[in-house]
C-alpha cells in the first residue's frame, strides 16, 4: 500500500518561502517519477512541478517557474517542493502523487497519477 504524507504548508506573507514534503512508503520511491499539484475550491486541481525518478528532470507549470524548485531524496523517501517569493495566487491544497507504472516519467497530468497524499494548505497573505 502505497502512502504519501506531505508536511511544511502554512501561512505566509506574500514574498516569503516555504519549503513543502511530501514522505513516501510502501515500495521502492527511487523507482517512480513524483510530481505536486494545487487546488483551490471549485477549480480543477492544476500541475505545479514533476520530478523523474533520479531526480536528473524536472519540469513546471510556466506559474511557478523560476520560483519553485522540487527535489527529491531517494534515501529518505522524500521529496521537496521549496516555493519562494510566494505570491497571493499560490494558495491552495498542494498534493504530491505517484503513479502506479514505474516505467512513466514525471507528467504534468492527473491521470497519470495514482496515489495521492492528503494535501496540505499553503496561504500567501498580500
Known amino acids: 500500500q502505497v502512502q504519501l504524507v506531505e508536511s511544511g504548508g502554512g501561512l505566509v506573507q506574500a514574498g516569503g518561502s516555504l519549503r513543502l514534503s511530501c514522505a513516501a512508503s510502501?515500495?521502492?520511491?527511487?523507482?517512480?517519477?513524483m510530481g505536486w499539484f494545487r487546488q483551490v475550491p471549485g477549480k480543477e486541481r492544476e500541475f505545479v512541478a514533476a520530478?523523474?525518478?533520479?531526480?536528473?528532470?524536472?519540469y513546471y507549470a510556466d506559474s511557478v517557474k523560476g520560483r519553485f524548485t522540487i527535489s527529491r531524496d531517494n534515501a529518505k523517501n522524500t521529496v521537496y517542493l521549496q516555493m519562494n517569493s510566494l505570491k497571493p495566487e499560490d494558495t491552495a491544497v498542494y498534493y504530491c502523487?505517484?503513479?502506479?507504472?514505474?516505467?512513466?516519467?514525471?507528467?504534468?497530468?492527473?491521470?497519470?497519477?495514482?496515489?495521492w497524499g492528503q494535501g496540505t494548505q499553503v496561504t500567501v497573505s498580500s
Open positions: 502523487a505517484a503513479p502506479a507504472l514505474s516505467w512513466l516519467g514525471p507528467s504534468n497530468l492527473t491521470k497519470k497519477y495514482d496515489y
Open positions: 510502501g515500495r521502492t520511491f527511487s523507482s517512480y517519477a
Open positions: 520530478i523523474s525518478w533520479s531526480g536528473g528532470k524536472t
